[in-house]
């Protein structure tokens, strides 16, 4: 168990909606990172945030969007669902800026795009 | 532009056998770390190993061995005498040092590791 929780584990939903995956990092842990794991694109860095603040971006769609809470826990957003949106999509939290490198990972939800 | 190629896509052992997952990077950085992480069949992504850019020592854990090359770019990782247990696809990871982005991991697309008893 890595300590990291992420909601909900399976969604099945239809095209065009929009759905909201939840993660609650370990404890004291400040950096939240959101991963896209699909067939076609493998495992993709999406957004990190650290303490509230968006610190980097990567190849997240602008249909997506992410925060941070003041209790650190963080919300993935993915709207306008395409069926290429279907993907495991992974939290990972670390304690720092990630310069220890060692993330720990979510067991991540499954979204299906119908 | 940072990469990572692992060029095995499956591969099939059997049990005690040993196994060496390969993974080549590309980076032009001097700076930089390299992981390993396992996904068993239930899914979680589970740390390995980070070894930065200025360690090229191996590093043996157990059953569990890296091999870092900077001179070929390559971190190879070998599973000695395997089990059914290590059974998972593996996945190799590149990081630069910069900005506290290190978590910002660019994943190869991960070797399938069947041990069959």
């Known amino acids: 168990d890595s300590g990291v929780t992420q909601t909900p584990k399976h969604l099945i939903t239809a095209t065009g909606q929009r759905v909201t995956l939840r993660c609650s990092p370990r404890?004291?842990?400040?950096?939240v990172y959101w991963y896209q794991q699909s067939l076609d694109q493998g495992l993709q860095f999406l957004i990190q945030?650290?303490?509230?603040?968006?610190?980097a971006k990567g190849n997240i769609l602008e249909r997506f969007s992410a925060q941070q809470f003041p209790d650190l826990h963080s919300e993935l957003n993915l709207s306008s669902l395409e069926l290429g949106d279907s993907a495991l999509y992974f939290c990972?939290?670390?304690?720092?800026?990630?310069?220890?490198?060692?993330?720990?990972f979510g067991e991540g939800s499954r979204l299906t795009v119908l | 532009a940072q990469k990572v190629t692992q060029a095995q896509t499956e591969i099939s052992v059997v049990e005690k056998e040993d196994v060496t997952l390969d993974c080549v990077y590309e980076t032009r950085d001097t700076t930089y770390y390299l992981f390993w992480y396992k996904q068993p069949p239930s899914g979680e992504l589970v740390f390995l190993i980070r070894?930065?850019?200025?360690?090229?020592q191996n590093e043996i854990s157990g059953r569990y061995s890296w091999n870092f090359q900077k001179s070929t770019s390559s971190f190879n990782f070998t599973i000695t005498a395997s089990q059914v247990v290590d059974s998972a696809v593996y996945f190799c990871?590149?990081?630069?040092?910069?900005?506290?982005?290190?978590?910002?991991?660019?994943f190869g697309k991960g070797t399938k590791l069947s041990v069959k008893p």
């Open positions: 990972a939290s670390s304690a720092g800026l990630g310069d220890t490198g060692e993330l720990f």
């Open positions: 945030y650290y303490n509230g603040e968006e610190r």
């Open positions: 070894r930065n850019s200025f360690d090229e």
């Open positions: 990871a590149l990081t630069l040092n910069y900005g506290g982005s290190q978590g910002n991991l660019i």
């Open positions: 404890s004291g842990d400040l950096s």
